[in-house]
């Protein structure tokens, strides 16, 4: 072995002694840091998979346990029947709130039959204290019937105190009733106004939140696609680092062949052929390998940077503004309609204790009637008394016959005013305590129903939420896993270089090497000395000798199919 070649083969041994002591740090190195990113996009996946089908389904919303089917659709439903309970408890109470405001403009009716009374007590009164004139002029015989008048004058005051006693009652029935008016206006105004609008909003809110999750739906999963591609690149990378132990061995039997030359010289044109051969072998693997690992990281960096566009993009930005919007829509609503609710609530209340006041202020026209009638009945006693006493005396007859005449059927004509008046009460009275029974009876019903209504919203709210909650997380696990993507791309591609300058070690010692061996030269009967004498070595390894068979046996398959001749290209 000329001193040229034996120089160039000891530099040789060497870089190929360090090439594949690198190698190994070099593939250890990339293949925790791949098997890393792998493992922990694996365990990414395999964590938000289930409520990517619960809550992003890419089929759509069929399936029953989808958080649409579930959440969405199921708190649209519950917004619509809540709504309706509250709009049908509403119209049953403008039913009775009705009849309890017609019960009262029927009791203001009665204020005419009052004012008739009055009338007739006052030509009582202007009677009774004509009687006390005349019989104070009449002297002795006018005493009596003077008393008899005095008492019809005190009976007919009676009766107007009772009159002013009605009005007094009626005027604050008017005030209490006016406030009941106001607050059920106020009330049927919520209703026909709020409930209705607000019953409109919330299915526009969730029909539109309906669409923003659809078309979010399809960017997660898109999303999700782009780091499965990765996880499966960065498998096939995995696998593709089997590539080492075939690289390493052809290094080995490189250096392998280097120490048989060394120990036993021979020709050197047969030395350069076999080192150009080896040679070749150890370019192909590094050039396949080289190839292979810069399309797999080439298509994880593509995946990455189309996560990025996707993720970051201004369609992907508007379709999550669109889903906040609407999730702060459904948040307001659900505070609109609880603030409704308890509005409705606190004005049921207090339009009930405003009936309650209805109520014990009719009680007391009760008894007005029954006094009535009593002072009706005592005008008659008084009048047959009068009667009595101007039969004893001409001249008082004579002054006072025609007047007692006026006002004799007054009696006849107050009580069947009274009676009317009492029948009219009665009847009207028993139907605002029937209604006023069953509005009583109903508020806690009601008041119970709203609050449902209110808590079913606040449920429905918060189930809504947890898909921004999940979604806000979803989105930043998926830019830690990709910036641990990012972070392996920027490491691991700058150690290529590595490769590269074991590729150029090589091309310049395959250069070398070809330039001292015979092109066209049979090499298929050394080849076989060779094959005898390499297995028969002593003092060396049975390792070393059995990959310097292995690469004996490489050579002769392919010296059979190329008819033992060289061919550099």
């Known amino acids: 072995m000329n001193s040229e070649i034996r120089n160039e083969s000891e530099t040789l041994k060497k ?7 690198n190698l190994r740090e070099l593939f250890e190195n990339i293949s925790v840091k791949v098997k890393s990113s792998s493992h922990s996009i694996a365990s990414f996946i395999d964590d938000v998979s289930p409520y990517v089908k619960h809550f992003f389904p890419v089929e759509g ?48 009716k009665l204020s005419a039959s009052v004012a008739t009374v009055l009338g007739h007590l006052e030509s009582v009164e202007m009677y009774a204290v004509n009687t006390m004139v005349i019989s104070a002029r009449a002297g002795d ?59 409109l909003s919330g299915r526009d809110s ?10 979010l739906s399809v960017s997660v999963n898109k999303d999700l696609s782009i780091m499965s591609s990765a996880r499966e690149k960065l498998e096939s990378v995995i696998v593709n680092y089997q590539l080492e132990d075939l690289f390493r061995q052809d290094v080995e039997k490189l250096i392998f062949l280097i120490n048989y030359f060394m120990r036993n010289p021979s020709d050197d044109d047969f030395f350069s ?11 192909h693997s590094m050039d396949m390998f ?43 609503l659900q505070n609109e309609y609880s603030r409704h609710l308890e509005g409705i609530v606190g004005m049921k209340l207090k339009l009930k204790n405003i009936a309650s006041e209805v109520e014990v202020n009719m009680a007391k026209f009760g008894d007005f009637y029954k006094k009535l009638t009593d002072i009706s009945k005592n005008f008659e006693r008084i009048i047959l008394l009068t009667r009595i006493e101007l039969a004893r005396y001409d001249e008082l007859k004579r002054s006072l016959e025609g007047s007692l005449s006026d006002v004799s059927d007054i009696p006849r004509l ?10 009219h009460y009665s009847l009207t009275y028993s139907a605002l305590k029937k209604n006023l029974r069953h509005y009583n009876r109903s508020f806690d019903v009601q008041k119970e129903i709203l609050e ?14 947890e898909s921004r909650i999940y979604h806000d997380d979803f989105e930043k696990k998926m830019h830690t896993h990709f910036d641990e993507m990012e972070n392996l791309l920027k490491s691991d591609i700058n150690r290529f270089d590595a490769f590269i300058e074991v590729k150029n070690i090589i091309d310049d010692a395959l250069s070398f090497y070809k330039k001292n061996a015979v092109e066209g030269k049979d090499y298929s009967g050394m080849i076989s000395s060779l094959k005898e004498a390499a297995a028969s070595q002593p003092g060396v390894s049975e390792y070393e000798i059995n990959m310097l068979l292995s690469f004996v046996s490489e050579l002769s398959e392919d010296v059979s199919s190329n008819a033992g001749t060289i061919e550099f290209f």
């Open 15 to 21: 870089e190929a002694l360090l090439i594949k002591d």
């Open 61 to 108: 919303y069929n399936g029953e346990n989808t958080f649409f089917n579930r959440t969405v659709k199921s708190a649209k439903e519950r917004l619509s029947v809540s709504v309706n309970k509250a709009v049908k408890i509403m119209s049953e109470d403008s039913d009775i709130h009705e009849i309890i405001s017609s019960s009262i403009a029927d009791i203001d």
């Open 141 to 199: 015989i006018g005493i009596s019937l003077a008393t008899i008048s005095k008492k019809m004058s005190d009976l007919s005051r009676q009766g107007a105190a009772l009159g002013d006693k009605f009005a007094n009652q009626m005027n604050s029935l008017v005030t209490v009733s006016e406030k009941f008016v106001s607050i059920k206006n106020d009330i049927d105004m919520l209703y026909e106004s709020s409930l209705t609008s607000f019953q």
């Open 206 to 215: 969730f029909d539109k939140f309906s669409h923003s999750l659809n078309s």
């Open 273 to 283: 052929w076999l080192v150009s051969k080896k040679l070749e072998a150890v370019k």
């Open 290 to 332: 080289l190839d292979t690992l810069s399309s797999i990281f080439a298509d994880i960096e593509s995946s990455y940077e189309s996560f990025i566009s996707n993720f970051n993009s201004e369609k992907k930005d508007n379709e999550k503004k669109q889903l906040s919007d609407v999730w702060d829509r459904i948040n307001t």
């Open 414 to 423: 107050i009580k069947n005013e009274a009676e009317r008046g009492a029948a």
């Open 452 to 465: 449902e209504c209110a808590h079913s919203i606040k449920k429905m709210t918060d189930d809504v939420n």
